[in-house]
């Protein structure tokens, strides 16, 4: 329409131009016929735009009901309303100078046949909150865009502490990470969320694996329901007002592919990661994506996807499996080293906890074939792996040459290991104060391996949590789960007063006392973990696992309401904690 009109009016010039000698009378004839034209033709569009914007074929300023609410600072938004066929506006386009533009969802009828049912087959899609529902079949390093908004904002900052995401960050010696993990959402984990995991003992449903094969045909709708209504928009909303500015998102080999007859379901998740970056770019937080499944599982353990068998780098198909995972991360970087992720993903992680029991050597070479694929295809985040539970010391000068682009990252526990945590109260904080402490400081001095995080960690000074050890796993704090040896009670008190029942109640019955001391061993973890890049706590949200729950240790003010703002450090001597016996 603007370039008719605009040569129209050069018609017009043309004829006045000709002067004197040109009738009047024929010029203005020419030109009310042309203005005449232009209505009818601008008449016919209005009534055209009216029609299909009254038979909802066009949406105009068509947010979706989670963005709304969350502009008008509502916190009850949910962000996961089943939103059918609504489309999303992109974050720039709610700027009142650039109108949004008309977003068309499809119908099935406008899928073509080869994608429909597919990933990108928006009309499949359970969920459409925040996703741009125009069909795509465009992929980057062979996967989908789709759901994406073709525009992004960098503005947003996660709090006035840090700096907005198109600003760089610095130097992460002097500003570390204060970040939370995303455990249990795109990455099944039986003690996070038990309630999937809910059958009879026969059923043998253990893991991610052991619950697709259970659920067969009706897999996807389960975990997709799971996807949708665990971790919403609000959850980023409420990360980043507790002074929180990172998230670590694990997720899993099948967001991307399945192998041989994987029961797993393939391609679900990869939308909801995607949409999760969003989220997390919205509320000015940086991602540390995590690779937390590896083809043939890297260790054996239930959140790997299956328990018990290393079938990586090790193993039967070892070496193709590990061939998969680097293939693997061939397409996740080449789809990551898009201009849109360079200032909101800030870590690219290669692999989480490979068995502690795999060859240095092999793990060692992978790392630097996986580090070279991912610095090749273009991304610009600093890449990371895991000290795969060897220790920080075991890696001082390995993997040498790349600066502050390969991170190393170390998770920290006191209660899977019998000497800590039968450590009474005081030795705990003690133990993170100076041991940690000064483990993270050595760390990321020229003598350690160098640039050096912490990616998991928590309060919780008892492995009491249900399936905490495994499906029906018992605990040691009681001395009813075995670890090949003898079984016996390992609370500090070492007998059969250790009892799980109080760090099992729901924190409102906790004691003042134990709630002090659980929010002190959660600041001086953080303090120690500050000395080095800083940290990820495990994790953000667990159904009935309170001291898993950094949400639920906010309301159970047993966590600082503000992470960077903490009321006690390591330099301040350990408060008493009145009389807190030492059975829990
Ligand atoms: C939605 O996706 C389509 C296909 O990728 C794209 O052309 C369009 O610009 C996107 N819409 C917005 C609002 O970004
Ligand atoms: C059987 C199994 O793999 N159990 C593990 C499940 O994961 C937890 C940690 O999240 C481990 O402690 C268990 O050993």
């Known amino acids: 329409m603007a370039s008719a009109g605009a040569s129209q009016l050069s018609l017009v010039d043309e004829s006045a131009r000709q002067g004197p000698r040109a009738p009047p009378k024929k010029s203005r004839k020419t030109l009310w016929i042309t203005l005449g034209v232009i209505f009818a033709l601008l008449a016919a569009g209005g009534i055209t735009v009216g029609v299909l914007v009254s038979q909802d074929i066009i949406r105009i300023g068509s947010g979706s009901a989670s963005e709304s609410s969350a502009a008008t600072g509502s916190d009850d938004s949910t962000g996961s309303s089943n939103s059918g066929s609504s489309g999303s506006s992109g974050p720039g386009s709610s700027d009142d100078s650039s109108p949004p533009k008309p977003v068309k969802c499809p119908a099935s009828d406008d899928i073509p046949d080869s994608a429909a049912g597919t990933w990108t087959d928006p009309t499949s899609w359970l969920d459409m909150a925040g996703l741009n529902c125009s069909f795509t079949s465009q992929t980057v390093g062979d996967l989908p865009i789709a759901g994406l908004n073709s525009e992004w904002d960098d503005s947003a900052r996660a709090n006035p502490n840090v700096p907005p995401l198109n600003k760089p960050w610095g130097s992460y010696e002097k500003l570390p990470i204060r970040g939370v993990n995303l455990g249990g959402w795109l990455s099944l984990e039986p003690f996070i969320t038990p309630s999937l995991f809910k059958y009879d003992k026969d059923a043998g449903v253990i893991d991610e694996y052991t619950l697709c094969e259970h659920l067969g045909d009706k897999a996807k709708e389960v975990l997709e329901k799971h996807y949708a209504t665990f971790i919403t928009e609000r959850d980023f909303k409420n990360i980043a007002a507790a002074g929180l500015d990172h998230v670590r998102i694990p997720f899993s080999y099948w967001a991307v592919e399945t192998f041989d007859n994987d029961p797993y379901v393939e391609g679900v998740s990869w939308r909801y990661l995607l949409r999760g970056i969003e989220w997390a770019r919205k509320y000015g937080i940086r991602v540390k994506l995590d690779l937390h499944g590896l083809p043939g599982s890297q260790n054996g353990w239930n959140h790997s996807g299956r328990a018990g068998i290393v079938r990586f780098l090790d193993g039967s198909d070892g070496a193709k499996n590990a061939k998969r995972a680097l293939e693997i991360h061939d397409r996740l970087s080449k789809f990551f080293a898009q201009d849109r992720y360079e200032n909101v993903i800030a870590f690219y992680g290669l692999g989480n906890e490979p068995a502690r029991a795999l060859d240095m050597e092999s793990l060692t070479q992978w790392t630097s074939d996986a580090y070279d694929i991912v610095e090749k295809n273009g991304v610009k985040a600093a890449q990371v792996f895991s000290d795969s539970m060897r220790g920080l010391n075991s890696w001082a000068g390995a993997l040498p040459g790349k600066g502050d682009k390969l991170v190393i990252d170390s998770h920290v526990y006191s209660i899977f290991d019998p000497n800590l945590i039968s450590m009474t109260h005081k030795e705990k904080i003690a133990l993170a104060c100076r041991d940690w402490s000064g483990m993270i400081a050595n760390s990321i001095t020229s003598s350690g391996f ?43 008190a070492g007998d059969k007063t250790c009892s799980c029942d109080k760090a099992n109640a729901n924190p409102d019955d906790y004691s003042d006392d134990y709630k002090a001391f659980l929010k002190t061993f959660a600041i001086a973890q953080m303090d120690a973990f500050e000395k080095g890049w800083g940290w990820f706590y495990w994790t953000w949200k667990a159904e009935g696992a309170y001291q898993w729950s950094y949400e639920a240790g906010l309301k159970a003010d047993i966590m600082p309401k503000i992470a960077y703002e903490r009321d006690w450090d390591c330099g301040k001597s350990i408060p008493s904690f009145g009389n807190l016996p030492e059975d829990y």
């Open 450 to 492: 160098g640039p050096t995080m912490v990616g998991e960690w928590s309060q919780a000074d008892t492995d009491c949590t249900e399936h905490l050890n495994g499906v029906g796993g018992g605990s040691r704090w009681e001395g009813t789960f075995s670890e090949g040896g003898a079984m016996s009670p390992s609370c500090a």
